[in-house]
């Protein structure tokens, strides 16, 4: 495994800094056995990673601690600069502005249309109506959703409801973007699409998105880094990565 300061980069030194350190980080439920255990981590700003392992090795849990849904047990997490465990209460929501989230399930909200669903993300956050209706056009725009405003989540795709999800998620420009297996519920197709656009994304913005997924084919395909969950172990981090086989 290649150490992180040895990792070629185009990007701009200034550009390169930790978004997201896990230092010896462990975090065991109530009932049963940790779900991480010991996880130490960084990622940089601007950097796409999927995570990748079997059913039970975590990786929820470990988007759930950069949530900050989860404390850890032990150990110490930093997301943009904010030790997680540092939070008091109220600080949270604002906190969570800088985490962008989109599930397998979309989660939109059903008798909203797509303008709402994503307008809405807006409105919790006050920002002003006129703002609004200049920026959700144009997030619309970059998921390719743009003529689909009025449209209500069951009558589109589970593709095009993904992107109102990532529309959603974008809206308020945040820093990190993380993706719990969002092609899950996508046909290969879909799947490709929703994945070419994060791309297009980490790339365009420079938003640094972690994807967990269990699509080994487009993780093969796409050359990005690839950490490997095993039972709440890293047990692998690759730049240019692919799935590992299991045995
Ligand atoms: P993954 O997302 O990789 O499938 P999870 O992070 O969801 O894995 O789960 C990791 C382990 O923690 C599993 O053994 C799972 O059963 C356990 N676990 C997850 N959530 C809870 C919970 N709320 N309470 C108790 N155990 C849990
Ligand atoms: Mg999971």
Redesign the pocket.
Known sequence: MAPVKNRKTKRKKEANHSMIVLDNVSKT?A??SP?LDNVSLEIRKGEFVFIV?D???????LIKLLLRELLPTSGKITVNGQDVAKLKRRQVPYFRRNLGIVFQDFRLLKDRNVYENVAFAQRIVLTPTKLIRKNVPAVLATVGLAGKYKAKPRQLSGGEQQRVAVARALINEPPILLADEPTGNLDPKNSWEIMKLLEKINEEKGTTILVVTHNREIVNAMQKRVIT?KKGVIVSDEEKGGYIDED
Do not use: L, N, R, V
């Not at 059913?55 to 849990?61: E, I």
């Open positions: 439920y009932t049963g779900a392992g059913s039970g090795s975590g990786k929820s849990t969950m």
